[in-house]
């Protein structure tokens, strides 16, 4: 068929990718390496053993292209993947574009986004190990819901530190972690002294992700039990989520396209990092494919931030990663997408950007839910908060090249559904929702204190 007949394009399931991309193979420059956070030295494997089972540590470093996925993760992953393509026909036709726009839906997965795909193997590796409890930190509650469900699969007992203002404006989420089995805590809570000290100095916080962190992280160090587990950020992560780029270029070649431009949001950076790594090696080569990060214009890490070495948490117990940053004690404003609300980003990413291979825009949160309107009722999905981010950026390119007067193919990953994040929509409908003014004044003060190394 050709790409004008298409409308859903799907992948049989053997065609599910056997082999994780390793964006480290081929990258210009490295990253810098992660430092201890006691001595500053350069972090060795055993440093990170207390919390990561060895071969997600593995993981972690290695330079080979491609890390083979293990049969039973495979064949769980034949619950909801290959995941579809979509051609955003209803969309296309609304903004009078003659630009293709393309949506890769990670929302089918069973807890509703991408954060399974790496969820999945986490629990695999760690039961592997031997491990019977995970502890992780969750913003929007998407990934905490994931890793709950990935825990029951592999009979290990989880919990989930809620950043508090996402616990509060969505309280199902908390709901459908306590379905699989999961217990979830509205972050900072009083059982981590982290949580202590927070709750003691600022009773009101909203909470942020780098507390949460620092919550589950203290947890997980403090039990022989337990290992403590991140749904963005890390090598790991983003390797596992190289499944969905992979998909994307086999599914473009089934209707005879490539993309101009490929867009994801950026709140660790996963998601984005999993739709288009897969495309440098192309990029390096010569094609001509724009890779463009998305962030709220509330909690700009690259587009404003720093590329620095900083703690991924506010207490400094984790590694200290070279990222753009925002400083790890800043509290972003509690915008409604809360799994963009994190001071850090990707130190593959982070690299890549430094080095011009991708793009970053930041976005403002009225337009972004206009957006998400406008695809809800031309496409008929309710996306994620989050996810509205990179359908913003998408139609806002396509506007420009129909301005420019060209055609171009866009893609963007809907990382997940927003059918929890209703209240958000509520608030958008009841005129509550701000664009929210960016603190220039904190950002200052934050980045003046960065960790010296
Ligand atoms: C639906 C959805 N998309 C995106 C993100 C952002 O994370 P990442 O940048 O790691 O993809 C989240 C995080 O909670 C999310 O829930």
Redesign the pocket.
């Known amino acids: 068929m050709s790409k004008e007949e298409y409308t859903k394009i799907v992948l049989p399931e053997e065609k599910i990718p056997r082999y994780w991309y390793n964006v480290q193979a081929d990258m210009p420059n490295p990253m810098e390496p992660g430092l201890n956070p006691q001595t500053k030295q350069v972090l060795k494997p055993e440093d990170l053993a207390p919390i990561f089972p060895m071969s997600l540590i593995g993981q972690e470093v290695t330079t080979e292209r491609y890390v083979e996925i293990p049969e039973e993760v495979r064949e769980i992953y034949k619950k909801w993947r290959p995941s579809p393509l979509f051609r955003a026909r209803g969309l296309e036709k609304a903004l009078g574009t003659s630009s293709r726009i393309y949506y890769k839906y990670?929302?089918v997965s069973p807890v509703?986004?991408?954060?399974l795909n790496t969820a999945v193997p986490q629990a695999y590796y760690n039961k592997e190990a031997g491990i019977k409890r995970l502890s992780t930190e969750?913003?929007?509650?998407?990934?905490g819901t994931a890793l709950a469900l990935a825990c029951k699969m592999f009979d290990i007992e989880c919990i989930v530190y809620m950043v508090r203002i996402s616990f509060q404006q969505k309280p199902y989420r908390r709901t459908f972690m306590q379905a699989y089995g999961a217990e979830c805590l509205a972050s900072p809570t009083d059982k981590t002294e982290i949580g202590r000290r927070v709750l003691k100095e600022y009773p009101d916080t909203p909470g942020t992700l780098g507390i949460a962190i620092s919550e589950a992280v203290e947890d997980a160090a403090g039990r022989d039990d337990t290992n403590y587990s991140l749904?963005?950020?890390l090598n790991h992560?983003c390797l596992h989520?190289s499944i969905i780029g992979q998909e994307v270029k086999l599914q473009m070649e089934m209707v005879d396209d490539y993309p101009d431009v490929i867009v994801?949001?950026?709140?660790?950076?996963?998601?984005?990092?999993?739709i288009a790594f897969p495309f440098i090696p192309d990029k390096l080569q010569g094609k001509k494919v724009r890779l463009v990060g998305v962030e709220p214009a509330a909690c700009p890490t690259m587009t404003k931030g720093a590329y620095a070495y900083d703690y991924c948490d506010v207490a400094g117990m984790t590694p200290l990663m070279k990222m753009y940053t925002l400083g790890h004690e800043f509290t972003p404003p509690g915008i409604h997408?809360?799994?963009?609300r994190?001071h850090g980003e990707?130190p593959l990413l982070s690299r890549l950007y430094y080095d011009g291979l991708t793009e970053a825009v930041a976005v403002k949160q009225k337009g972004v839910f206009e957006a998400a309107l406008l695809f809800a009722q031309t496409e008929g999905i309710i996306?994620?908060?989050?996810?509205a981010?990179a359908i913003k950026t998408a139609i806002d390119e396509a506007l420009k090249a129909k301005e420019e007067g060209v055609e171009k193919s866009i893609v963007l990953?809907l990382?997940?559904?927003?059918h929890l994040d209703l209240t958000a929509y509520e608030n958008y409908f009841a005129g509550k929702i701000e664009d929210v003014e960016f603190p220039e004044e904190e950002l200052k003060k934050q980045l003046a204190n960065l960790p010296k190394v």
């Open positions: 990670e929302g509703g986004s991408h954060k969750t913003g929007a509650g998407q990934w749904g963005s950020v992560v989520q994801g949001c950026c709140g660790g950076g996963s998601n984005f990092a999993g997408a809360g799994g963009l994190y990707s996306p994620a908060p989050e996810s981010h990953n990382s997940g559904h927003g």
